[in-house]
């Protein structure tokens, strides 16, 4: 299936830090990029998603990019919070299903 | 409000056995789906079904099958479990295939295979 790539795999911020999670994909083709948020010992929620025919979209403290030329996607998270802390999930639509990358730690420590 | 549910959230079985993981959706949901997820290699998609009785391979289906008898029901098995696939499994649904609906996750089994 399409490849997605996730970087970096674990971050560490201090409360009240910016923090972004960038995405790269291959196939061109993909035109829906969502973001899943997981808490400890919780099931994966989607965030926030975007479409190929926009370049940024916000909600609250949380945007995402899409760099459609250079296929690659970003999560930024603003003012981040202890309860931010989670693992996030990048994925991508393929033929007609979601390929998910590997997931960034994020640790907002207080 | 949209309700995955599976039947276990912890399981431990003996390599060998058959073993059965079931999710349950009560939001009407066309499509369901059956992922793994292990420490750093993120969701992997086993099986997914958009219709009762229909199937689709994910990206790692083998040693697994699946089972969609009714609607809201979706069934994964592991004909001969074995210790590789000790693992956290995750069932979703969604109204329509990706692109276009929200996943929605169940609680997860972490299934332990000794």
């Known amino acids: 299936g399409e490849n997605v790539e996730q970087h970096p795999s674990t971050l560490s911020v201090q409360e009240g830090d910016s923090a972004v999670i960038k995405c790269t994909y291959s196939?061109?083709?993909?035109?829906?990029f969502p973001w899943y948020k997981q808490e400890l010992g919780k099931r994966p929620q989607l965030i926030i998603d975007i479409r190929s025919n926009v370049g940024e979209k916000k909600d609250q403290r949380i945007a995402v990019t899409l760099n459609k030329t250079a296929k690659h996607f970003s999560l930024h998270i603003t003012e981040t919070q202890p309860e931010d802390s989670a693992v996030y999930f990048c994925?991508?639509?393929?033929?007609?299903?979601?390929?998910f990358g590997k997931g960034t730690m994020l640790l907002v420590s207080p | 409000d949209v309700k995955v549910t599976q039947s276990s959230r912890y399981l431990v079985k003996r390599t060998g056995e058959k073993v059965f993981l079931e999710c349950v959706q009560d939001m009407d949901h066309e499509n369901m789906f059956w992922y793994r997820q292990d420490p750093g290699l993120g969701l992997r998609l086993i099986y997914f079904?958009?219709?009762?009785?229909?199937?689709e391979k994910g990206d790692i289906p083998e040693g697994y099958s699946v089972s969609r008898e009714k609607k809201e029901r979706f069934s994964l098995i592991l004909e001969s479990a074995s210790t590789n696939q000790t693992s956290m499994y995750l069932c979703?649904?969604?109204?329509?295939?990706?692109?276009?609906?929200?996943?929605?996750f169940g609680p997860g089994t972490r299934l332990t295979v000794t």
């Open positions: 079904s958009y219709d009762v009785k229909m199937k």
């Open positions: 196939d061109s083709a993909s035109n829906y």
């Open positions: 994925a991508l639509k393929g033929d007609s299903t979601l390929t």
């Open positions: 979703a649904s969604s109204l329509g295939l990706a692109g276009d609906y929200e996943q929605y």
